[in-house]
């Protein structure tokens, strides 16, 4: 089931996920909600968009959508100095939860810019594996 004017995605597990939430200036990056509109974007990256992934750094070098970058979220708070708040950021984990956790957080923190992608489970394209920030 997928219901695009809540974005609540169910997973085929029977789980919903809530996605698609956005800052008060993110709202331009949910033309990228869709798998396949992100997929695309990877294959043609822009430089004021950032796809964070916010799992562990274990689960990133094992397997993740290209061109993220790894933000884990046990250390977001404490690199904000390394993500602009001019970036557009694309947040995503497993399965959305803690992609939400994140959004909230870094909207305390004076970010505008970004969108709860929800989880990796979502993703339909290839995943790159390794490689760091």
């Known amino acids: ?36 509109a992100l997929k695309k974007l990877t294959e043609h ?17 094992k397997e993740h959508i290209p061109t993220a970058k790894s933000f884990p979220k046990a250390t977001v708070m404490s690199r904000l100095n390394e993500i602009p708040k001019d970036k557009y ?24 810019r970004y969108m709860d992608w929800g989880g990796l489970s979502r993703w339909e394209g290839e995943k790159e594996t390794g490689k760091r920030n």
Do not use: F
């Open 1 to 36: 089931m997928l219901v695009l004017s809540g974005l609540l995605i169910a997973r085929s597990d029977g789980q919903s996920v809530y996605v698609g939430k956005a800052g008060p200036e993110g709202k331009v990056l949910k033309k990228y909600i869709e798998p396949s």
């Open 45 to 61: 990256p822009a430089d004021s968009i950032w796809i964070l992934d916010v799992r562990s750094e274990a689960a990133y070098q």
């Open 89 to 112: 950021l694309i947040i995503y984990c497993t399965i959305g939860a803690n992609a939400r956790i994140v959004s909230k957080q870094i909207r305390k923190a004076g970010y505008k």
